[in-house]
């Protein structure tokens, strides 16, 4: 074969570069690449506007499905999420081998296994009771299985106690189901409980960290306030700023949307998401706001009676064609799934 002339290697070089996404797209077969010359030949020539459209079609092919994201397409967290769902690239930081864990005489988790990546957005869904927060009480600690391990990084948390476990302890924060704000504290102290606790921070250090706390999740100036003169949403947003206050790094919440309306609901996922990008934290969510909760994550777990039902980027979930996982998505009365 002869060797390309230099203005052959140079127009093939430019092909192969503007359009990571498209091509990437079309190499894992997830479009055409006749859909991706259509989306291609609608553009006015700016990368800008082909990025647009190449959003346009990610929505039509249920890539994405909330319209705010496509604005945020240029936000670096959705190319991180379909690059994650390309590639599949993430290390491990929390491993359930084989976890079972009886409680009132009913088995609660049933040999669960279970990997959570590292530095990803990870939603934990299924039907109540499936034993979705048993499964995030086990990963601080806060249960110890009858049989089996739970593993973060390198250490054994179903095996350790006292200094040891309280050390692992520190690396995580977690939002309740019930969110949980101590009544009797105002925002501020219950934002600066867990660095009064935990750290050995001087008062004008933990109020400078509460006081951006609150920035960052828009609750600046309600400081003085009491849970009971805070909205659902609010207070939502003051324990997540209670969770990130000790800046942690894996963040476990536990339906942090539950009884919000959508627009909050939405808010929040948007607190998160950008938490996220700024602190890259592992973030490990529970939540019912299905179909929602796929825009947000990188890799969703499917729990169902104490195991894993699925497991996997968040777009091989949705799309899944197992009869469960299809009927608690829809949200169908007919199916496995016995409801009455
Ligand atoms: N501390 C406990 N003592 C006894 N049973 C419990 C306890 N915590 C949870 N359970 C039971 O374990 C099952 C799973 O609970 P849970 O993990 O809270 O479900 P969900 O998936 O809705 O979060 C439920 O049947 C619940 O009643
Ligand atoms: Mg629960």
């Excluded at 929505?59 to 390309?86: D, N």
Aim: hydrophobic share 40%; glycine share 6%; aromatic share 4%.
């Amino acid at each position: 074969m002869s060797q390309p002339s230099a203005l052959q290697a140079s127009t093939i070089q430019e092909e192969a570069m503007p359009l990571p996404i498209g091509e990437r797209l079309v190499r894992n077969q997830c479009i055409t690449p006749q859909q991706l010359q259509e989306a291609l030949a609608q553009q006015s020539g700016t990368s800008v506007n082909k990025e647009a459209l190449i959003g346009k079609k990610l929505i039509e092919m249920g890539y994405i499905s909330h319209p705010a994201l496509l604005e945020c397409l240029f936000h670096q967290l959705t190319r991180e999420r379909i690059a994650y769902q390309l590639d599949r690239q993430a290390s491990t930081i929390i491993r359930f081998n084989h976890v079972e864990k009886t409680l009132d005489g009913r088995k609660v988790l049933d040999n669960l296994n279970l990997e959570i990546p590292a530095n990803k957005i990870t939603a934990i869904i299924g039907i109540s009771g499936g034993g979705k927060s048993v499964t995030l009480k086990h990963m601080v600690g806060l249960m110890k299985p009858d049989q089996g391990e739970v593993w973060v990084g390198d250490q054994p948390v179903s095996k350790l106690s006292g200094r040891q476990l309280n050390e692992v302890r520190r690396r995580f924060s977690m939002l309740f189901q019930e969110g949980a704000l101590f009544d009797s504290l105002n925002v501020t102290d219950n934002v600066a409980f867990p660095l009064r606790e935990k750290t050995r921070l001087s008062e004008q250090e933990i109020l400078q960290r509460v006081e951006t706390c609150l920035q960052e999740v828009n609750l600046a100036g309600m400081g003085h306030k009491f849970p009971d003169e805070l909205s659902g949403g609010m207070k939502k947003r003051a324990a997540l700023a209670r969770a990130l206050v000790t800046q942690p790094e894996i963040i476990l919440l536990d339906e942090p949307t539950a009884g919000l309306d959508p627009i909050i609901e939405n808010a929040i996922h948007y607190l998160i998401c950008d938490t996220y990008m700024r602190t890259r934290y592992t973030i490990v969510c529970i939540s019912h706001a299905v179909p929602a909760i796929f825009d947000w994550c990188h890799h969703v777990v499917v729990l169902h009676r104490g195991r894993v039902l699925a497991s996997g980027p968040s777009l091989d979930i949705r799309h899944s064609t197992d009869p469960t996982i299809k009927q608690f998505i829809s949200g169908a009365l007919d199916g496995p799934i016995q409801v009455i």
